[in-house]
């Protein structure tokens, strides 16, 4: 007996059968079983993806650009292919995500170079860290409304408040997210998964001071060139768009960075 092809045409068939008409009928069945075939194993497009895991198309392309997600693309139309494995990967992203985990830490946590046991410590107690600031934070908010006119408050008895909380361990609002958002954004947190430095910067208050000193350092850093070049006379309009678009640009980015990251 001969050997069966896509769409029940068999080769004692096509022997028996010598028609021209015949075998192109073989052959275009062969074309579209191929075709149906193919179409089965394409991948999902990225909007079935966003369906699936309830991530907008913006967030998921986000993810890739960080390196967290690399789907296949196809080879003509350049579209991104996304596997069963790449959809199991965002849930990961998306469950990390919950307890607030840095996009960095995720990507290193991914890619197998931390252990999931020392980054999840970590991320509890930065956590615990934060739920004590937001307690110190409620408290005072509460002691506030309780006032008999909060719009006109005794700002000095509650700042004496404050600060003698503070003497005894109590945390209120901080920068901290702001501070944690800069380290990703400018790739800081990167080195926490250095073999070298990496157990230092794990210290929450070390990277918060290092990141707090780095902001600074990119904040100052064109209003002192521009300053140093009008103090010499080497000033130049050329300088001065260079440098505030550099401030601009640098803003927009960053704030587009932590919308995207929300």
């Given at each position: 007996?001969?050997?069966?092809?896509?769409?029940?045409?068999?080769?004692?068939?096509?022997?028996?059968?010598?028609?021209?008409?015949?075998?192109?009928?073989?052959?275009?069945?062969?074309?579209?079983?191929?075709?149906?075939?193919?179409?089965?194993?394409?991948?999902?497009?990225?909007?079935?993806?966003?369906?699936?895991?309830?991530?907008?198309?913006?967030?998921?392309?986000?993810?890739?650009?960080?390196?967290?997600?690399?789907?296949?693309?196809?080879?003509?139309?350049?579209?991104?292919?996304?596997?069963?494995?790449?959809?199991?990967?965002?849930?990961?992203?998306?469950?990390?995500?919950?307890?607030?985990?840095?996009?960095?830490?995720?990507?290193?946590?991914?890619?197998?170079?931390?252990?999931?046991?020392?980054?999840?410590?970590?991320?509890?107690?930065?956590?615990?860290?934060?739920?004590?600031?937001?307690?110190?934070?409620?408290?005072?908010?509460?002691?506030?409304?309780?006032?008999?006119?909060?719009?006109?408050?005794?700002?000095?008895?509650?700042?004496?408040?404050?600060?003698?909380?503070?003497?005894?361990?109590?945390?209120?609002?901080?920068?901290?997210?702001?501070?944690?958002?800069?380290?990703?954004?400018?790739?800081?947190?990167?080195?926490?998964?250095?073999?070298?430095?990496?157990?230092?910067?794990?210290?929450?208050?070390?990277?918060?001071?290092?990141?707090?000193?780095?902001?600074?350092?990119?904040?100052?850093?064109?209003?002192?060139?521009?300053?140093?070049?009008?103090?010499?006379?080497?000033?130049?309009?050329?300088?001065?768009?260079?440098?505030?678009?550099?401030?601009?640009?640098?803003?927009?980015?960053?704030?587009?960075?932590?919308?995207?990251k929300r």
């Amino acid at each position: 007996m001969g050997n069966s092809y896509p769409g029940r045409c068999r080769t004692d068939e096509i022997h028996v059968r010598k028609g021209t008409g015949w075998i192109n009928l073989c052959l275009e069945r062969y074309r579209m079983d191929m075709e149906i075939l193919d179409k089965e194993l394409v991948g999902m497009r990225i909007s079935e993806v966003a369906n699936l895991t309830g991530l907008s198309v913006s967030n998921i392309r986000f993810y890739e650009k960080k390196g967290l997600l690399t789907p296949d693309r196809e080879v003509e139309s350049k579209y991104r292919d996304y596997s069963e494995e790449d959809v199991k990967r965002l849930k990961e992203i998306i469950l990390y995500r919950k307890i607030n985990m840095p996009i960095e830490t995720i990507y290193l946590l991914l890619k197998g170079e931390v252990s999931a046991e020392s980054v999840l410590k970590r991320q509890e107690e930065e956590l615990t860290a934060q739920k004590e600031m937001l307690q110190g934070s409620i408290d005072l908010c509460r002691r506030l409304l309780k006032e008999e006119n909060p719009e006109n408050l005794d700002i000095d008895y509650f700042l004496n408040y404050v600060k003698e909380e503070e003497e005894k361990g109590t945390r209120f609002a901080e920068i901290d997210e702001l501070l944690e958002d800069f380290a990703e954004f400018t790739h800081l947190s990167k080195f926490r998964g250095d073999p070298y430095i990496g157990k230092f910067l794990n210290n929450v208050w070390v990277m918060r001071a290092i990141t707090f000193i780095w902001m600074i350092v990119c904040i100052v850093t064109p209003v002192a060139v521009l300053a140093e070049r009008q103090a010499d006379g080497t000033i130049t309009a050329g300088t001065i768009v260079y440098w505030i678009g550099w401030i601009l640009l640098g803003s927009i980015a960053f704030l587009q960075f932590r919308k995207l990251k929300r």
